[in-house]
């Protein structure tokens, strides 16, 4: 029987990687398929267990720099329910979390790794920073005449920079040195070779002639030296190799958060008696008691007692649910109010939450790796380039020295051959996509839009489904009164109704009375004394003001009491998706007053403005279908889908990227975790929880809906960018490369001399750089 496993790998650091991983893994005999992901550095793998196994896998991949660790493989009956739950849930609760954190290491090594980058990176930029500025001015000191000579001794700025690069080169960039060293092995090339091959080649040509000046004048070689060269490319692009880590670091942390919501322990009631116990001792069967404010520890059904129970981690819905015998409640769920014993019917890997958590770890895994075009062309672009460059020296040696002295042509061969290593150097296409990504962040930020990775702002400007939660991201997520209907005129003066309502409901602890409370404080009402005040168990509450009796609840208490009423007045705002809430004496009706969850401002108007860029908005809620109609209605939403659970969620998205949508998720809540890693982009509101903000790629700060826009035409402006600097990038490349080599010689007698070719390699630098600072001046 074959065997399906989730394996995390050491040592990926570019998309090509992946390819490279995938590739020689598929290839292993006993392998039946095979899937690497870059995003969160795992191998999702069937294999024949009886042909293979993950140590001898691991052996086909360590030769190019990666292995998998073995120690973290994770099965896919890991989640399957089987074997006794309690010892399920103790391993979620008790496991080392790096098999949920999408990275591939354990948190603690991945922070070990990201402080001796950190370490490397300050040490690196302030270095690169001043070489640029430097090589730039020497360049144009030895080019124009009207710069001013560069104040450093030629000799001793040469020394000064032998050590500068030495130091980068292998310490910073010794992960590029060791991929050429790979690929002079085993012809692996990704985008770390390009780079490693480039600096090298600039780093030993440039310490050979300062250590060895002899070699100048015997091969009649210009004294230009490229050790600018090899701290600049380094510099720039260590820090982003810097910034991917801590991003991916935080992506990781959804899951955490995630097992942190369960309870740690549960009071059970076990021969009479009530004890308590670790969430990890509670079986199917158990008695539960769970009292005011405490945390409920299983999903379970309720036999004995009434609460108001706060669901919003699961169900995204600010209101919380009166619960009664036979209703059931939900692991990790808070109780607000009540006391109340429950059967537990799921625990362990069986309850919702921990449905929630496998379906947040399946998302993240399943994601296809980005592949950007600098990595989708390094591996060809390299082994071009050498072959470009050898035969570059061979035809100079063969051909050039059938018309020249063969040391004059052997001087030339070499310069060519440098030449074309040295503008091939790719310094502007490893800043084309990190400095565009930078400043598009920074930009971001700016305007409370916090971006995780490059990827996020990748697949954001070909969204064309943008699905939205409702509460919190559509609506403010907190009750409100939206009406009050005063049915006795007496109680219209002085507001007089709200001044009742609000006083009897001072006394109450349900969520609804801070609405009635809040809006009383609003319009400067003072409160009366309340005598005899009593809750009216899944009802209302009742007490005495000036010795008169008054009723504040549902339907329920109205039947009770046997008051006769106008149920259209209460029925338009149920259709509404508002809760209404009656106030009574003990034989009319009085006052109504509705309240609901209200909309953000400019809600309408950011989904007019997304209608306008062709990008179609679909509702995604739990919440009841009228309601969500009655709100998709007010903003002109285009289609709405409601009373999903959680775990539907992520299919319904999954539904909408089977038809060849590349969908955008915005959401708030707990609920929304697995939807939102399951988009192409999650987007999380700022005011929402931790999960629903780890979860996502990007957040939007104090929950405005829009700057949904905002980081839309933000993805567009970089993207843009990003194409632009590669595009450069490579013209100087392709038109570089066969002049430095010399094609151009023959004819009209130019040859691009090294010292030609640094200024073209540091012009390209330049207006990569440059075209990137632009977005600093985009309005979004």
């Known amino acids: 029987m074959n065997q399906e496993l989730t394996i995390p790998i050491k040592g990926m650091h570019c998309a090509s990687c992946a390819i490279t991983i995938q590739r020689t893994l598929k290839k292993a005999d ?138 980068v080169l292998f310490w910073v960039g010794i992960d590029f040195v060791k991929e050429v060293v790979i690929f002079a092995k085993y012809r692996v090339a990704n985008m770390y070779t390009l780079v490693g091959i480039g600096t090298l080649t600039a780093y030993l ?6 250590l060895f000046p002899p070699i100048k004048q015997l091969l009649n070689l210009p004294d230009m030296v490229y050790f600018d060269v090899v701290i600049v490319v380094i510099g720039f692009i260590y820090l982003g190799k810097f910034l991917e880590t801590r991003s991916k670091l935080r992506t990781g942390e959804a899951i955490e958060k995630l097992l942190n919501l369960q309870a740690k322990t549960a009071l059970v009631e076990r021969d009479g008696k009530e004890i308590e116990i670790s969430v990890e001792q509670v079986k199917v069967g158990d008695l539960i008691i769970v009292k005011p404010g405490a945390k409920i520890p299983v999903d379970g059904i309720i036999i004995e007692g009434k609460s108001t129970i706060d669901e919003s981690m699961i169900t995204g819905e600010s209101m919380p649910v009166d619960k009664n015998v036979d209703d059931k409640v939900i692991g990790g769920t808070i109780n607000k109010q ?15 939450l921990a449905h929630i958590i496998k379906m947040v770890d399946e998302a993240q895994g399943s994601k296809a790796p980005i592949q950007g075009l600098a990595d989708k ?30 040391t004059e042509a052997l001087s030339l061969g070499l310069l060519c051959f440098v030449g074309v290593l040295v503008i ?57 009164v939206t009406d009050l209907f005063v049915v006795n005129d007496k109680f219209k003066e002085n507001n007089y109704a709200l001044k009742i309502l609000a006083s009897l ?41 000036d010795s008169k009796e008054y009723f504040i609840g549902n339907l329920k208490l109205l039947e009770d009491l046997k008051i006769s009423f106008n149920s259209s007045d209460i029925t338009k705002y149920t259709e509404q998706g508002k809760t209404p809430v009656i106030l009574t004496s003990k034989n009319e009706v009085l006052a109504i007053v509705a309240i609901a969850d209200t909309l953000k401002e400019n809600a309408k108007e950011t989904i007019n403005e ?83 903000i780890e979860s996502a790629e990007i957040t ?3 929950g405005d809906f829009s700057k949904v826009l905002k980081a839309i035409k933000l993805s567009k402006f970089t993207m843009n960018a990003i194409k632009q600097n590669l595009f450069w990038a490579f013209a100087y490349n392709i038109v570089g490369i066969p002049i430095a080599a010399g094609l151009l010689f023959p004819i009209f007698g130019i040859l691009l001399n090294p010292i030609f070719a640094g200024l073209a390699m540091a012009l390209s630098s330049v207006s990569v750089v440059s075209n990137s600072l632009r977005l600093k001046t985009v309005k979004l």
């Open 205 to 210: 040509y440039s310490a050979l002639l300062v």
């Open 505 to 545: 409901e001072k006394n109450s602890e349900h969520p609804i009375a801070q609405a009635i409370l809040n809006k009383a404080k609003s319009e400067n009402i003072e409160l009366i004394k309340v005598s005899d005040f009593e809750i009216i168990e899944g009802k209302g509450l009742t007490g005495k003001i």
């Open 30 to 167: 006993g392998v039946v398929s095979c899937e690497v992901n870059y995003g969160n550095e795992k191998v999702k793998i069937e294999i024949d267990p009886s042909v293979t196994n993950v140590k001898e896998l691991s052996k086909k991949i360590e030769p190019f720099g990666y292995s998998l660790k073995t120690g973290h493989t994770q099965g896919e009956d890991t989640h399957q329910m089987h074997g006794d739950t309690n010892t399920q849930l103790h391993d979620m609760n008790g496991m080392d979390h790096s098999s949920h954190l999408g990275i591939g290491q354990s948190k603690e090594d991945k922070l070990e790794e990201l402080s001796a980058q950190r370490k490397k990176v300050e040490f690196v930029m302030p270095i690169t920073i001043l070489v640029f500025v430097l090589m730039l001015w020497e360049i144009a000191s030895q080019t124009f005449e009207w710069v001013p000579l560069f104040f450093i001794p030629h000799e001793l700025f040469q020394i000064i920079s032998l050590i500068l690069s030495t130091i």
């Open 700 to 702: 939007l700060l104090k």
């Open 377 to 406: 062309v390094s591996a060809v672009f390299v082994p071009i380039v050498l072959v470009i460059a050898v035969v570059t020296l061979l035809v100079w040696l063969i051909v050039g020295s059938q018309f020249m002295p063969f």
């Open 424 to 480: 091939a150097c790719p310094c502007a296409l490893g800043l084309a996509t990190p400095t565009a990504i930078i400043v598009g962040t920074g930009k971001g930020a700016e305007n409370g839009i916090l971006i995780k990775n490059a990827e996020s702002l990748e697949k954001l400007h070909k969204v064309n489904i943008i699905v939205t939660d409702k509460t919190g991201t559509i609506t403010k997520g907190e009750p409100e």
């Open 610 to 692: 997304l209608h306008r860029l062709g990008i179609k908005v679909v509702m995604l809620t739990g919440d009841n279908e009228k309601t969500a109609k009655y709100i998709a209605a007010l903003v002109g939403i285009d289609e709405v889908i409601a009373e999903v659970l959680p775990n539907e969620k992520a299919e319904k998205i999954k539904e909408l990227q089977s038809k060849g949508n590349i969908i955008a998720m915005l959401g708030d809540g707990v609920n929304d975790a697995p939807a939102l890693t399951q988009a192409d982009i999650g987007i999380a509101m700022g005011t929402g929880t931790d999960v629903a």
């Open 338 to 352: 009540g006391a109340f014993k429950f059967n537990a019917t799921k625990v362990g890997s069986e309850t919702l």
